[in-house]
């Protein structure tokens, strides 16, 4: 099997991670409406006598928040919207730059992996023996789970960005499909 014709076969898997991308920013769009639903109410509890302010409502709002935020950096891996030093990337040659490219995702990917580990720890650990002050019967867990859930949601995205650095070695941009 030629080494094109390994990627042509690798490339069939665009689908999925376009996929899983439709997924997270859907569940992303879904938080925001909550939470701008949900601060909506808090102030209008707050400025109008009839409305009640619920108790709830500052730690569910942050707790949206954090969710969105962590989410919303690991899709901004798969369109490449972090921030970069590419000043002098019209100097460099392109494979160093792609090379630089390559660490610089494997060191996010390494990133992801601690965040899942050690966001899990806590997550169980922490989070587990405590409470929210406004809903005793919900578990801090939800307050932690958004860190180990990011860094899954980064590995997804930094594969597909790993694969791409690599493909760029071997296929030329004229001779992709």
């Known amino acids: 099997m030629a080494v094109p014709e390994i990627f042509a076969r690798l490339d069939r898997f665009k689908p999925v991670y376009d996929k899983a991308y439709a997924v997270i920013m859907f569940i992303c769009k879904i938080l925001l409406i909550a939470d701008i639903a949900i601060t909506t ?18 730690e569910v709002i942050l707790t949206l928040m954090t969710y969105m935020a962590v989410l919303s950096a690991a899709l901004a891996i798969r369109r490449g919207a972090h921030i970069r030093m590419s000043a002098l990337d019209k100097y460099l ?63 997804v995205f930094e594969l597909e960005a790993i694969y791409n650095h690599i493909r760029k070695f071997f296929v030329k941009e004229g001779d992709a499909q």
């Open 41 to 58: 109410l808090t102030v209008l509890g707050r400025y109008v006598p009839f409305i009640t302010d619920p108790s709830w409502s500052e």
């Open 93 to 155: 040659p392109k494979v160093l730059i792609n090379s630089l490219d390559l660490f610089a995702d494997l060191a996010v990917s390494a990133l992801a992996v601690v965040m899942i580990v050690v966001g899990m720890k806590y997550a169980l650990g922490i989070g587990s023996k405590g409470t929210y002050i406004s809903m005793p019967f919900l578990s801090k867990f939800w307050m932690y789970f958004p860190i180990p859930l990011a860094g899954c949601a980064m590995i």
